[in-house]
């Protein structure tokens, strides 16, 4: 499908109107919370590759601690996301 | 046929809180403990070690730590009018289930009671008159008093490494904590966690209203800590989590004295 039927179609899914038998009443539900969970969650399962979506939301990811950082009011973090294997974006 | 298990001379239902001090405290007494745990075991070192710990999706959405509603579950309804249904997914409340049980995720807001507390209904009457309380109401006194339990919150404490700032010390009180508290004997083991820049304004903003702003006392090491009672208590092992929240998870060394299943 092209983007437009896509968006169409997701949008009539969210919706409730495609006709779906009640036993798939979630599957939108589903669908969308695993889609974010595979864009934001560790690169361990799959999805964010080279954590750019963390990059891409200022996520630090797995780091192992904060507590030096927290009184550094209003200051950016200096470091860049790192994944729980240990690589760094 | 039934089967029949070898005798031991205690049973403790369930190794959370309540349950792993017991088992540790009994344990080291000489006895011999069966303590059925419904939940999988634990270990300090494979199950709360950094960085497998600081998985969001695992721990954080999918609770992996948590109960099963698959496993067990409560019917819940908002309303008379509703029909009660099984709770499918864990949202408002997140029981536990496992070696260490609430202890292994627990937020760590570690509050000592109030004295009154344990004399509630005689404050009451005392403050505002026996008229006050509804017919029916069961509220009444306990047969113990803050002052017999309070040793026993101070070694809690230092066991647990509970993290915090005395405002009250031995009728002292101390600007910098919590200046209603009841009175403790010593200050916690561990200083207060650092201030986020929000609980700074926050508390900035208490203070120039007149108020109290206080650390809250937080089962969270704010520094590396080794519990003093380990050394003389072995029976008692207070595990950190990666997130440096104390729990309770009976130390390996003790395992032959009781076994879960």
Same mark, same amino acid.
């Given at each position: 499908?092209?983007?437009?039927?896509?968006?169409?179609?997701?949008?009539?899914?969210?919706?409730?109107?495609?006709?779906?038998?009640?036993?798939?009443?979630?599957?939108?539900?589903?669908?969308?919370?695993?889609?974010?969970?595979?864009?934001?969650?560790?690169?361990?399962?799959?999805?964010?590759?080279?954590?750019?979506?963390?990059?891409?939301?200022?996520?630090?990811?797995?780091?192992?601690?904060?507590?030096?950082?927290?009184?550094?009011?209003?200051?950016?973090?200096?470091?860049?996301?790192?994944?729980?294997?240990?690589?760094?974006? | 046929? #039934?089967?029949?298990?070898?005798?031991?001379?205690?049973?403790?239902?369930?190794?959370?809180?309540?349950?792993?001090?017991?088992?540790?405290?009994?344990?080291?007494?000489?006895?011999?403990?069966?303590?059925?745990?419904?939940?999988?075991?634990?270990?300090?070192?494979?199950?709360?070690?950094?960085?497998?710990?600081?998985?969001?999706?695992?721990?954080?959405?999918?609770?992996?730590?948590?109960?099963?509603?698959?496993?067990?579950?409560?019917?819940?309804?908002?309303?008379?009018?509703?029909?009660?249904?099984?709770?499918?997914?864990?949202?408002?409340?997140?029981?536990?289930?496992?070696?260490?049980?609430?202890?292994?995720?627990?937020?760590?807001?570690?509050?000592?009671?109030?004295?009154?507390?344990?004399?509630?209904?005689?404050?009451?009457?005392?403050?505002?008159?026996?008229?006050? !309380?509804?017919?029916?109401?069961?509220?009444?006194?306990?047969?113990?008093?803050?002052?017999?339990?309070?040793?026993?919150?101070?070694?809690?404490?230092?066991?647990?490494?509970?993290?915090?700032?005395?405002?009250?010390?031995?009728?002292? !009180? !101390?600007?910098?904590?919590?200046?209603?508290?009841?009175?403790?004997?010593?200050?916690?083991?561990?200083?207060?966690?650092?201030?986020?820049?929000?609980?700074?304004?926050?508390?900035?903003?208490?203070?120039?209203?007149?108020?109290?702003?206080?650390?809250?006392?937080?089962?969270?090491?704010?520094?590396?800590?080794?519990?003093? #009672?380990?050394?003389?208590?072995?029976? !008692?092992?207070?595990?950190? #989590?990666?997130?440096?929240?104390?729990?309770?998870?009976?130390?390996?060394?003790?395992?032959?004295?009781?076994?879960?299943?």
């Amino acid at each position: 499908m092209t983007p437009r039927p896509q968006d169409e179609a997701l949008t009539a899914l969210e919706a409730g109107k495609v006709g779906l038998p009640p036993q798939l009443r979630d599957f939108f539900y589903f669908l969308l919370q695993n889609t974010k969970e595979g864009y934001f969650a560790d690169p361990k399962y799959g999805g964010n590759h080279g954590m750019q979506a963390w990059v891409h939301i200022g996520f630090p990811g797995a780091h192992g601690s904060y507590a030096e950082w927290v009184n550094n009011y209003n200051a950016d973090y200096p470091l860049s996301p790192v994944s729980i294997s240990g690589e760094r974006a | 046929m #039934a089967k029949q298990n070898p005798k031991k001379d205690v049973v403790v239902i369930g190794l959370g809180w309540t349950g792993a001090i017991l088992s540790m405290e009994l344990a080291q007494e000489g006895l011999e403990i069966l303590a059925p745990e419904c939940g999988d075991d634990r270990n300090t070192v494979s199950d709360f070690q950094y960085p497998d710990i600081i998985d969001e999706l695992k721990y954080g959405i999918r609770y992996k730590l948590m109960q099963k509603p698959s496993k067990f579950t409560l019917t819940v309804r908002r309303s008379m009018d509703e029909i009660a249904r099984p709770y499918r997914h864990l949202g408002s409340f997140l029981p536990s289930d496992g070696v260490g049980s609430a202890g292994v995720h627990w937020n760590g807001q570690n509050w000592r009671p109030q004295k009154v507390e344990y004399r509630l209904r005689s404050y009451v009457e005392e403050t505002f008159g026996a008229d006050v !309380i509804p017919e029916g109401m069961t509220i009444q006194d306990w047969s113990i008093t803050y002052e017999e339990q309070e040793p026993y919150f101070d070694q809690f404490e230092k066991v647990a490494g509970i993290s915090g700032k005395v405002g009250n010390l031995n009728g002292e !009180i !101390i600007e910098s904590g919590n200046p209603f508290e009841a009175p403790r004997s010593s200050e916690y083991p561990l200083p207060p966690l650092p201030h986020t820049y929000d609980a700074e304004l926050f508390r900035q903003a208490a203070k120039a209203k007149g108020l109290h702003p206080f650390p809250r006392p937080a089962g969270n090491a704010s520094k590396a800590y080794t519990p003093m #009672a380990c050394s003389s208590n072995p029976a !008692i092992s207070a595990a950190s #989590a990666s997130g440096s929240v104390a729990s309770t998870i009976p130390s390996p060394h003790r395992r032959p004295a009781f076994w879960t299943r």
